[in-house]
């Protein structure tokens, strides 16, 4: 009997749950329990790289490959995390305000679990995103609303927070959490179908 997924996702992310339905991926969630804490002075792009891996490896599995990503925000090489609180939030948004960041996200595909009989690839994306300035008032409203609390940055571009978005350059999927063009590319890699084709 075969089975009705292609592909398992170590992500509890909405919004990589609904970019994979997009493509017409057929995925099971799994939740990878891993501690996302950043080492001291750790490049920013080494560490989404080595989260995503992490994940995916905690649910690796024989015979389906597994897709873990990580997204991280970055202005003056200081990274951005999700917001602690309210404050951390605003303090968030006056560094961004006015001003252009990275948004890196790291795809890594991983299939099988003994040596030599397994592989892994991981890829990267980044897109610089403008704000326009923000006041301290506006940024605690917009905590208020409740979506930046589990948002690298503290914000969703694809929610309330793509008022404050000047100016794309990159992946607009990539920034929400899971660049479409280069994930497709790595499932048929993998042999995963996109689009059933």
Request: negative net charge; proline residues 4%; charged residues 25%.
């Amino acid at each position: 009997m075969s089975l009705e997924y292609d592909l398992i996702l170590a992500s509890q992310s909405p919004r990589r749950r609904e970019l994979l339905k997009q493509i017409g991926v057929r995925f099971e969630v799994k939740i990878s329990k891993i501690e996302e804490l950043r080492g001291v002075d750790e490049d920013p792009e080494y560490y989404v790289q080595r989260l995503a891996l992490e994940k995916a490896q905690a649910c690796a599995s024989q015979a389906i490959p597994v897709l873990g990503s990580d997204t991280t925000v970055v202005i003056d090489d200081e990274v951005l995390e999700k917001p602690r609180d309210q404050n951390d939030a605003a303090d968030m948004l006056a560094a961004l305000s006015d001003r252009t960041h990275d948004v890196i996200t790291a795809v890594s595909l991983v299939q099988g679990l003994s040596e030599g009989n397994s592989r892994d690839k991981t890829i990267i994306s980044r897109s610089k995103v403008t704000f326009r300035s923000i006041s301290r008032d506006e940024a605690l409203a917009y905590w208020h609303t409740g979506e930046p609390a589990d948002k690298a940055g503290g914000y969703a571009i694809q929610g309330l927070g793509a008022v404050f978005v000047k100016d794309i350059r990159g992946s607009y999927s990539g920034i929400m959490g899971l660049p479409l063009f280069e994930t497709a590319q790595l499932l048929r890699e993998f042999n995963v179908p996109v689009w059933r084709l």
